[in-house]
């Protein structure tokens, strides 16, 4: 979607014809191509793409269109205040015309202007408006090129053999019987398993099944989830670093009428995205080659650079579509690409290098949002007012001794506790702390990160705490969002637009959640069918997103949409589990994500805005799953604190 934002954008400004705009993935360059969010470093993730771009290519576009302007005027003999620039012409009251083509290369000459005229928001003619994707067409009809469709001259294809168990090492190797296998070329250990090359990846695969490995597991995690998730419940039990700290929350616990207690329990959830990870390594002289769905071109670089020994600029990173990332694909030691490298660097004679992984590999290979248990506590005053709120989550860390580590302000990595800290709800004494967990499974953002556990635990303690005091869950948000209002502007849309309150069957009820996340505030009313046999189907989820200007609605609307789904997967039948160290799933028998026919109906309603854009890939997932968990609630009488939920609800 943000490639369709950004074109957007620059379309805008240049007033250029939308039908004659393309685009191209642009290379690995971090000194033109920097991230102003993350710098310097070049790459896409965290809803960065738009809050970025937007007055960048803003600039760029007025830029250029005032470049051309003044090389028109010189040619022509004319005043630039004289000429309009309109659907990519410039045009002149004497009759004279000419296309952007005509005097590009006499405008590359012209000064750019240092702070060039940009356009009010009421003269926005495309932003704002419905335009039609131009990758839809090559996409739809299949002609959109991926990773897993690169071919180079003399290519190989690799597998790899990883271990079972996370932090295990090779000990032993017998590859006999594998190389014994028509059309194998190679078979290379590497510190992270076992690469097999052939010339096709269905022979690789074949190969992989007959090495036999001895693994050194001295260091590897032995423990299954269960074990790993009783651990946390100690850690909760001791002490804890405050992120923050409002009033005095022991002292609102003494004078409490009423205390309300809940502990939610989330496992591992693998980013499952459609295309597996996969990328083509060739090695050409003092330059590596790489074909790849690069979320962080920038990490990947420098990681590939340092494995075969060149420099980073003389990595070329030649990028794909990806076939779903969801933060997969921006890995801090960019793990199959250097696969991938070790494997093109050990062979002999050189070859181009296809990695592919299988599904059970993508499945069984770590990167997991991390397992997480949070413990809240709520203090009601004598008023009936929510007068204390403590929340204590234990979880890994995500940044700890990755090169992302220096953004760590204090004792606690802020992507445990994203969106619990931020907490919009007006509550005089407000603590949250928590501790990070050590775990030997490798753990990555996944989308919308932190947000996805914390909207989730606070969102249906609120709903709790409603019960607790015999409101309607709507209405006490809106009394303690009296300090924030865009969040209340979305809740107040959603709750309209769903027509809150209305009567339904009793058997069925609506369910609400309310969260921001990227800069972006979102909120979603579920409306859920619970049948005799404890089955329940998700029926309709209205959304109403407040995301600043919404450069083009039916993207922001796509995103809500598949950010919904990717939520909805999760909360109902999604998780990895562990039984002494291994994983379980390996595939979508056992790992199941949302199917066509569990999507609910989908209505999303955009707040008008003059505010700067923000993020819309992310902020949509974390309301999902509390909205449905707290419509079941009312339905069930029982508050839902463990996931995910399952088909049957008892």
Not at 475 to 489: M, V, W
């Amino acid at each position: 979607g943000s490639v369709e934002f950004l074109r957007d954008v620059v379309a805008e400004e240049l007033n250029a014809d939308w039908q004659q705009m393309s685009w191209e993935f642009a290379p690995a360059d971090t000194n033109r191509y920097n991230n102003l969010h993350w710098g310097p470093a070049q790459g896409t993730g965290g809803s960065t793409s738009i809050a970025n771009s937007w007055l960048q290519l803003r600039k760029a576009g007025a830029a250029a269109k005032h470049m051309l302007v003044q090389a028109a005027a010189k040619r022509w003999g004319v005043s630039p205040t004289t000429i309009s620039v309109e659907q990519g012409m410039l045009k002149h009251s004497s009759g004279k015309q000419a296309s952007f083509g005509e005097f590009a290369e006499v405008a590359a000459l012209e000064t750019p202007p240092h702070d060039p005229q940009l356009k009010h928001i009421e003269q926005f003619t495309l932003i704002g408006t419905h335009l039609p994707r131009i990758d839809s067409a090559e996409k739809s009809r299949g002609k959109a090129q991926y990773t897993i469709d690169i071919r180079r001259p003399g290519m190989l294809y690799a597998a790899m053999a990883h271990p079972p168990r996370f932090g295990a090492t090779i000990k032993n190797l017998d590859d006999s019987k594998a190389r014994k296998l028509s059309g194998i070329k190679d078979i290379v250990i590497t510190p992270r398993g076992v690469g097999i090359v052939a010339d096709s990846f269905w022979t690789a695969n074949q190969a992989r099944s007959k090495l036999r490995i001895q693994w050194d597991e001295t260091n590897s995690e032995k423990r299954s989830s269960g074990e790993i998730m009783q651990d946390f419940r100690k850690l909760a039990e001791g002490p804890a670093h405050a992120v923050r700290n409002d009033g005095n929350v022991d002292k609102a616990k003494s004078q409490a009428v009423q205390t309300v207690d809940m502990a939610f329990e989330f496992p591992y959830l693998a980013h499952a995205a459609m295309e597996p990870m996969n990328c083509v390594v060739e090695l050409k002289g003092e330059a590596c080659h790489v074909w790849t769905g690069s979320q962080v071109p920038t990490i990947d670089q420098q990681v590939l650079s340092h494995v075969v020994g060149v420099a980073p600029e003389q990595v070329f990173i030649h990028t794909q579509f990806a076939g779903g990332s969801f933060g997969r694909r921006a890995v801090p030691d960019s793990d199959y690409l250097a696969e991938a490298a070790m494997i093109a660097k050990a062979m002999q004679p050189k070859a181009p290098i296809s990695l592919q992984w299988s599904r059970e590999d993508d499945m069984q290979g770590g990167r997991y949002r991390p397992m997480s248990y949070h413990h809240l506590s709520a203090s009601i005053d004598k008023g009936g007012n929510i007068s204390g709120w403590h929340q204590r989550i234990i979880s890994q860390s995500l940044l700890r001794g990755t090169p992302f580590e220096a953004m760590i302000k204090g004792p606690l990595d802020m992507a445990i506790t994203e969106g619990g800290s931020t907490l919009p709800y007006s509550i005089p004494n407000l603590r949250v702390d928590g501790q990070e967990a050590p775990v030997g499974v490798p753990v990555l953002w996944w989308r919308s990160v932190g947000h996805t556990h914390n909207a989730y635990a606070t969102e249906v303690f609120l709903d709790e705490l409603a019960h607790a005091l015999k409101k309607d869950t709507v209405a006490l948000r809106l009394e303690l969002l009296k300090q924030a209002p865009r969040h209340a502007g979305v809740l107040k849309l959603a709750a309209e637009k769903a027509n809150w309150g209305k009567a339904l069957p009793a058997n069925r009820a609506q369910g609400v959640a309310v969260h921001s996340s990227f800069n972006s505030y979102v909120a979603q009313i579920a409306e859920v069918t619970l049948n005799d046999n404890g089955s329940y189907s998700v029926d309709k989820i209205v959304c109403a997103v407040d995301c600043g200007i919404a450069i083009t609605p039916d993207i922001v609307r796509a995103q809500m949409e598949g950010g919904i789904g990717y939520g909805l997967s999760s909360v109902l039948g999604e998780k990895i589990t562990l039984v002494d160290g291994k994983v379980e799933q390996s595939n979508f028998h056992n790992y199941t994500p949302l199917r066509i026919n569990q999507m609910p109906d989908i209505e999303v309603h955009i707040v008008k805005s003059a505010e700067a854009p923000t993020g819309v890939g992310e902020p949509g997932t974390p309301p999902a799953g509390p909205a449905v968990a707290n419509a079941l609630r009312r339905l069930t009488g029982k508050p839902l604190n463990s996931l995910p939920l399952g088909d049957i609800i008892g």
